[in-house]
């Protein structure tokens, strides 16, 4: 489910997420979305690197991003897949790093 917010961001963020939509095609939301949720993936890998395991590393997602900037047309069923998973991963990665948090406070 989504949720609108309003959220102020710098103007040079803006400009980059409006460079990313155009270039992939994708809405605004869509790019600042997919943005923190790469952020969120690499942030619990690198926090908890012994305890959070994710197929996403970085490498992996550089070089899916490669792949659709050469033949965007071809994998574009493909890649809508893969972003629904990284976004499953990236709210896995979230809950993970609230629980890890929420109990390191109770410790």
Same mark, same amino acid.
């Given at each position: 489910?989504?949720? /609108?917010? *309003?959220?102020?961001?710098?103007? !040079?963020?803006?400009?980059?997420?409006?460079?990313?939509? =155009?270039?992939?095609?994708?809405?605004?939301?869509?790019?600042?979305? $997919?943005? +923190?949720?790469?952020?969120?993936?690499? !942030?619990?890998?690198?926090?908890? &690197?012994? %305890?959070? @395991?994710?197929? #996403?590393? #970085?490498?992996?997602?550089?070089? +899916? +991003?490669? /792949? #659709? *900037?050469?033949? &965007?047309? +071809? $994998?574009? =069923?493909?890649?809508?897949?893969?972003?629904?998973?990284?976004?499953?991963?990236? @709210?896995?990665?979230? =809950?993970?790093?609230?629980? *890890?948090? %929420?109990? @390191?406070? /109770? @410790?």
């Amino acid at each position: 489910m989504l949720k /609108r917010y *309003q959220v102020l961001i710098n103007d !040079w963020l803006a400009d980059y997420a409006k460079f990313i939509s =155009e270039k992939y095609d994708w809405s605004f939301s869509e790019a600042i979305r $997919l943005t +923190m949720c790469v952020s969120t993936i690499n !942030w619990a890998a690198a926090l908890y &690197p012994d %305890k959070f @395991r994710t197929r #996403y590393t #970085y490498k992996k997602l550089v070089g +899916m +991003m490669k /792949r #659709y *900037q050469k033949a &965007p047309d +071809m $994998l574009d =069923e493909s890649f809508k897949s893969e972003l629904s998973k990284i976004y499953f991963e990236a @709210r896995k990665a979230a =809950e993970f790093i609230i629980a *890890q948090e %929420k109990n @390191r406070k /109770r @410790r």
